[in-house]
């Protein structure tokens, strides 16, 4: 399989080909291109109107067509550009959860050629206030439970510049100079047109602000040509599958599928996790949008929420972090919903363990597992994986996309030879790298440099091309000078039927500098103990290992508002 996937991309990439590569100039770094790419976000927002009539954004029990939402779209960018004046350059912040009102102030405010500030819509007071202040946006868009925060700290915001406030879903009162979505969202009273706009494909399209692990959150600079290369990226490297996949069943190389299935009239993404972070915005919004698919948000993750609307609405593609797959295969409505419809299963935002691509595989009637590995430094995906290629690899997260340079480096930052075994931090360079973090060149430099971005990521890359990210160079257990990969552990904890849950994690040792750690959540209804569980990991890992503290836990383990654990927090619980 895999001569056919390398000979899918040649072709898909070739000159004269829907893909292909050229190289540009960008801030003095050669890039790789899609040479047909479109200029802006604008450019492909416009092309939407060819599905006037589709359903767009389905929220809980509204249900939205494109023309709906374009002609909302059309009313909000005349609204900021003729009132309040934001144009090329400027900024608008959305602080809401995942309303339908979140996908019209994005595309109206990119479309303007104005950024979009995307908060954490669980930042408390304290950093509302900082990331309004570090950005600096004319119009802050936001919900109820965000106004709640927000508010107390506004004087202080303004005192840095005028921001005007208008409200989403919300009947709290309002500073005087504020308005009401319902107030001034009037399609019926908007041109039909958006106004004009001169955007370049280096202007920041949105200001997405990283997790960090200390103090506050860097900004990262998206631009209209990282995301919209983003989007080619991603259907390109489905393309390929596809296309590899076809030609091995042509040569006899592998079979076809006993049953085939019509495709689906509209396709149809969840987006279970935030709209504020490139897995939402990026690889599903994007792509779903330009074509023409559906979009199923929800109130707040529930697993069995998720598979009444996976079977209401006739999911094809479920998208969030690994945890949610697995929540939803446990969950007991399983087998009792139809997910007949689902074609794809899986996500991004954290590793994808082998065990659950195997359970993917057997659970889906029509479909397949996949994953993408990225950041929100490279927009989106750096590598994805699905099908055949991730049932061979279970472990990889796939190729890299087209358009970027992957190498690995050592703690030094000096290249590491290629070759078996070869381990280093993955460093990328390419159309999808940001432009930088936004106030911050000094760290703007330290991670970019000469155009490469240190993932800081630690991996290896097989004969094949194929990446395995073997742990974050800051998530690695040191043990008596021998490196353990926290990854890896909970990769095969997770092979044991008990465990729901598991984050592994170092834990300060007078001897040996530090031991494992791990954090355990049981099935609902199963039992393990300590004893059993080492003795089920002697059999699979080296002893040193094996977690030397162990802790069996009643809830569930802290997330971060995209549903990854947060590790930091849960130590600071446990050990202090």
């Known amino acids: 399989m895999i001569h056919h996937?390398?000979?899918?991309?040649?072709?898909?990439?070739?000159?004269?080909?829907?893909?292909?590569?050229?190289?540009?100039?960008v801030r003095g770094v050669p890039i790789k291109i899609f040479t047909a790419a479109p200029a802006n976000m604008r450019v492909l927002w416009e092309l939407t109107a060819a599905h006037a009539d589709k359903s767009y954004v389905v929220y809980e029990d509204e249900r939205y067509t494109y023309a709906e939402i374009g002609a909302q779209v059309c009313a909000l960018a005349h609204l900021l550009h003729d009132t309040h004046g934001v144009g090329v350059g400027d900024r608008v912040a959305i602080a809401m959860r995942n309303y339908p009102e979140w996908v019209v102030a994005y595309w109206a405010t990119v479309s303007l050629g104005a950024a979009v500030v995307g908060m954490n819509a669980w930042w408390t007071p304290t950093e509302m206030e900082y990331g309004l202040t570090d950005s600096r946006p004319i119009v802050l868009i936001a919900d109820d439970e965000r106004l709640e925060r927000v508010l107390p700290v506004i004087d202080s915001v303004r005192a840095g510049g005028p921001l005007h406030i208008i409200a989403v879903r919300s009947d709290r009162a309002l500073p005087a100079d504020a308005s009401r979505w319902a107030d001034v969202v009037v399609p019926a009273s908007a041109p039909p047109d958006l106004p004009a706009a001169e955007i370049d494909p280096d202007d920041?399209?949105?200001?997405?602000?990283?997790?960090?692990?200390?103090?506050?959150?860097k900004g990262a600079q998206l631009t209209h040509r990282g995301s919209v290369h983003n989007i080619m990226n991603l259907a390109f490297m489905s393309t390929a599958t596809s296309l590899a996949e076809s030609k091995a069943i042509a040569a006899g190389d592998v079979e076809a599928p006993t049953a085939s299935s019509t495709p689906p009239a509209q396709n149809v993404?969840?987006?279970?996790?935030?709209?504020?972070?490139?897995?939402?915005?990026?690889?599903?919004?994007?792509?779903?949008t330009l074509t023409g698919s559906r979009i199923v948000l929800t109130y707040k993750w529930d697993p069995g929420r998720a598979l009444e609307l996976i079977e209401r609405e006739g999911v094809?593609?479920?998208?969030?972090?690994?945890?949610?797959?697995?929540?939803?295969?446990?969950?007991?409505?399983?087998?009792?919903?139809?997910?007949?419809?689902?074609?794809?299963?899986?996500?991004?935002?954290?590793?994808?363990?082998?065990?659950?691509?195997?359970?993917?595989?057997?659970?889906?009637?029509?479909?397949?597992?996949?994953?993408?590995?990225?950041?929100?430094?490279?927009?989106?995906?750096?590598?994805?994986?699905?099908?055949?290629?991730?049932?061979a690899k279970p472990e990889s997260c796939g190729?890299?996309?087209?358009?970027l340079d992957a190498k690995l480096v050592d703690d030094d930052g000096s290249d590491v030879e290629p070759g078996p075994g070869a381990i280093g931090q993955l460093c990328v360079r390419g159309a999808v790298v940001i432009k930088g973090y936004l106030n911050r060149p000094a760290e703007t430099a330290h991670a970019i440099r000469d155009g490469w971005?240190?993932?800081?990521?630690?991996?290896?890359?097989?004969?094949?091309?194929?990446?395995?990210?073997?742990?974050?160079?800051?998530?690695?257990?040191l043990r008596g000078g021998e490196n353990i990969y926290c990854s890896e552990v909970e990769t095969v904890i997770y092979q044991n039927d008990a465990i729901a849950e598991v984050a592994v994690f170092g834990v300060p040792d007078e001897r040996l500098g530090e031991e494992v750690g791990a954090a355990i959540v049981l099935r609902e209804g199963a039992q393990l103990t300590t004893d059993e569980l080492r003795a089920f990991l002697a059999e699979r890992m080296a002893k040193h290992k094996i977690p030397a503290h162990i802790w069996f836990l009643e809830t569930q383990l802290p997330r971060n508002a995209n549903g990854k654990f947060v590790k930091r927090e849960l130590r600071q619980q446990l050990i202090g």
């Open 316 to 391: 094809t593609n479920f998208s969030g972090v690994p945890t949610m797959s697995r929540e939803l295969l446990a969950h007991p409505d399983w087998n009792t919903r139809d997910t007949s419809t689902l074609l794809g299963m899986g996500g991004g935002g954290a590793a994808l363990q082998p065990d659950l691509v195997g359970k993917i595989a057997g659970a889906l009637k029509g479909g397949a597992p996949s994953t993408g590995y990225g950041l929100t430094e490279t927009h989106g995906i750096v590598t994805a994986n699905a099908a055949r290629f991730f049932l």
């Open 399 to 403: 190729p890299v996309v087209p358009t």
């Open 269 to 288: 993404f969840m987006a279970p996790t935030p709209l504020f972070h490139v897995t939402a915005c990026n690889c599903l919004l994007h792509p779903a």
């Open 204 to 217: 920041d399209v949105c200001i997405f602000y990283t997790s960090g692990t200390t103090g506050f959150p």
């Open 5 to 25: 996937y390398h000979a899918a991309r040649r072709e898909l990439s070739a000159a004269g080909a829907p893909f292909a590569i050229s190289e540009i100039e």
């Open 453 to 477: 971005f240190n993932t800081g990521d630690i991996a290896r890359i097989d004969e094949d091309g194929f990446v395995y990210i073997v742990d974050r160079a800051k998530d690695m257990v």
